[in-house]
T-cell receptor
Framework: AQRVTQPEKLLSVFKGAPVELKCNYS??????LFWYVQYSRQRLQLLLR??SRESIKGFTADLNKGETSFHLKKPFAQEEDSAMYYC??????????FGEGTQLTVNP | GAVVSQHPSWVICKSGTSVKIECRSL??????MFWYRQFPKQSLMLMAT?????????EQGVEKDKFLINHASLTLSTLTVTSAHPEDSSFYIC????????FGPGTRLTVT
């Protein structure tokens, strides 16, 4: 069965510091991975997906099939990046399996 | 962007009663909608896939007779929790699929 692991429940960094949110997955098929973000009192929204290979709000994520990882990175964290981040794996029928989430806090 | 609404945003019901939650895609049509459940401080767990005009597909371990899903149109899916019990208390979130999944704001269900 597929599985998504986010080892850090909480992550705290200072403004301007680099940030990396870790995500590892296990899946027998060809993985399609996403990062979703949930700001305080807002709904879940898509941040980025690996197939688009784009940078959103300064965040990037690279799929490493050898390490089965899809870590989210940003070189200079901003206070407005504070949010809950979920890594998700898409399987057949567009079904999503979510990781446990990482609460990122960016301190001033 | 695409907007998904849920109604009600919160509901309290007595044990043994049924409660219906609506999920609507406001500005797009969605042949597929998904229902998730989220426990406090935990992740979203997919409960079922709702397809317009056909039966829902439930994930392993989800009781289809307890969580009735109806996808009556391309913009509306409903989740009915039947004979609710306190352990059904949770946060229920729907999403509608159109190139990507757009999530609703969630419905807080409390069963007393």
């Amino acid at each position: 069965a597929q599985r998504v692991t986010q080892p850090e429940k909480l992550l705290s960094v200072f403004k301007g510091a680099p940030v990396e949110l870790k995500c590892n997955y296990s899946y027998s098929g060809s993985p399609e991975l996403f990062w979703y973000v949930q700001y305080s009192r807002q709904r879940l929204q898509l941040l980025l997906r690996h197939i688009s290979r784009e940078s959103i709000k300064g965040f990037t994520a690279d799929l490493n099939k050898g390490e089965t990882s899809f870590h989210l990175k940003k070189p200079f964290a901003q206070e407005e990046d504070s949010a809950m981040y979920y890594c998700a794996l898409e399987t057949s029928g567009s079904r999503l399996t979510f990781g446990e989430g990482t609460q990122l806090t960016v301190n001033p | 962007g695409a907007v998904v609404s849920q109604h009600p945003s919160w509901v309290i019901c007595k044990s043994g009663t049924s409660v219906k939650i609506e999920c609507r895609s406001l500005d797009f049509q969605a042949t597929t909608m998904f229902w998730y459940r989220q426990f406090p401080k935990q992740s979203l767990m997919l409960m079922a896939t709702s397809n317009e005009g056909s039966k829902a597909t439930y994930e392993q371990g989800v009781e289809k007779d307890k969580f009735l899903i109806n996808h009556a149109s391309l913009t509306l899916s409903t989740l009915t929790v039947t004979s609710a019990h306190p352990e059904d208390s949770s946060f229920y979130i729907c999403s509608a699929s159109s190139l990507e999944q757009y999530f609703g704001p969630g419905t807080r269900l409390t069963v007393t």
